[in-house]
């Protein structure tokens, strides 16, 4: 009977773990209209990247703001989303200010990033997320993976914030910067996640806000003038 190195089960493993036919799509914001999402002739909206790809497939969004939003319904409202990640999708940006996810001021109650139900398989990183959010992220339910955004929102409206976990959310977020309009970071309601090398900062309120939520912070700097650090 042939044994198998560790080697070779490790590896077994992780080609067990990686889709086969695992696609790329292409976005970019200088595109023309009617691309077909590859590099070549890439979409020009997020939400037709995101409609094409299936779980475990990336789309690459390319430099550029993108302002574009789609809809949805949250807390039985009309809301609306520059970026809905709603299945087990990789998003990755050109890098910190490369890739702007930006809502007009006439975009009222949008959201930055919405995730909804989707677990560690989905992932976004290296964009900001900027301009008038009422959420830059809003997770509900989700727990994806966020590295290395920045998310700078104005303030705008009766709610601000950076980051709001809830629902039972447990997002893995690392080397993000999250400074909202009026709270950085919100963890509610059931919520946990853990945030490693986070900079939490606080403009006119407060820092993080915990409502029967669970944060694990590792390396993590407050900053701002706000009116409260942390809020229990």
Same mark, same amino acid.
């Given at each position: 009977?042939?044994?198998?190195?560790?080697?070779?089960?490790? *590896?077994?493993?992780?080609?067990?773990?990686? +889709?086969?036919?695992?696609?790329?799509?292409?976005?970019?914001?200088?595109?023309?209209?009617?691309?077909?999402?590859?590099?070549?002739? +890439?979409?020009? *909206?997020?939400?037709?990247?995101?409609?094409?790809?299936?779980?475990?497939?990336?789309?690459? *969004?390319?430099?550029?703001?993108?302002?574009?939003?789609?809809?949805?319904?949250?807390?039985?409202?009309?809301?609306?989303?520059?970026?809905?990640?709603?299945?087990?999708?990789?998003?990755?940006?050109?890098?910190?200010?490369?890739?702007?996810?930006?809502?007009?001021?006439?975009?009222?109650?949008?959201?930055?990033?919405?995730?909804?139900?989707?677990?560690?398989?989905?992932?976004?990183?290296?964009?900001?997320?900027?301009?008038?959010?009422?959420?830059?992220?809003?997770?509900?339910?989700?727990? +994806?993976?966020?590295?290395? *955004?920045?998310?700078?929102?104005?303030?705008?409206?009766?709610?601000?914030?950076?980051?709001?976990?809830?629902?039972?959310?447990?997002?893995?977020?690392?080397?993000?910067?999250?400074?909202?309009?009026?709270?950085?970071?919100?963890?509610?309601?059931?919520?946990?996640?853990?945030?490693?090398?986070?900079?939490?900062?606080?403009? +006119?309120?407060?820092?993080?806000?915990?409502?029967?939520?669970?944060?694990?912070?590792?390396?993590?700097?407050?900053?701002?003038?706000?009116?409260?650090?942390?809020?229990?």
């Amino acid at each position: 009977m042939k044994r198998l190195s560790a080697a070779s089960l490790a *590896l077994g493993a992780l080609l067990s773990a990686t +889709p086969l036919n695992a696609a790329t799509w292409h976005v970019s914001a200088d595109a023309a209209a009617g691309g077909d999402g590859t590099a070549t002739a +890439p979409f020009r *909206l997020i939400a037709e990247g995101m409609a094409a790809a299936a779980a475990g497939d990336t789309v690459r *969004l390319g430099a550029g703001v993108y302002s574009d939003t789609v809809p949805l319904v949250a807390y039985g409202l009309p809301r609306q989303a520059l970026l809905l990640l709603d299945k087990a999708v990789t998003v990755v940006g050109a890098g910190r200010d490369q890739t702007v996810l930006s809502a007009l001021p006439s975009a009222v109650y949008t959201f930055g990033i919405a995730g909804v139900g989707v677990d560690s398989s989905a992932a976004v990183s290296d964009l900001t997320i900027a301009g008038a959010c009422f959420q830059g992220i809003n997770l509900r339910g989700a727990s +994806p993976r966020l590295d290395r *955004l920045d998310v700078v929102n104005d303030p705008t409206g009766g709610s601000s914030v950076a980051c709001d976990l809830r629902d039972g959310s447990f997002a893995i977020v690392r080397d993000c910067l999250l400074d909202g309009g009026h709270t950085a970071l919100v963890v509610e309601f059931g919520s946990a996640g853990r945030f490693v090398r986070c900079t939490i900062g606080a403009r +006119p309120n407060d820092g993080l806000i915990c409502n029967d939520g669970s944060p694990v912070l590792e390396d993590c700097v407050f900053a701002g003038a706000g009116r409260d650090v942390l809020v229990l």
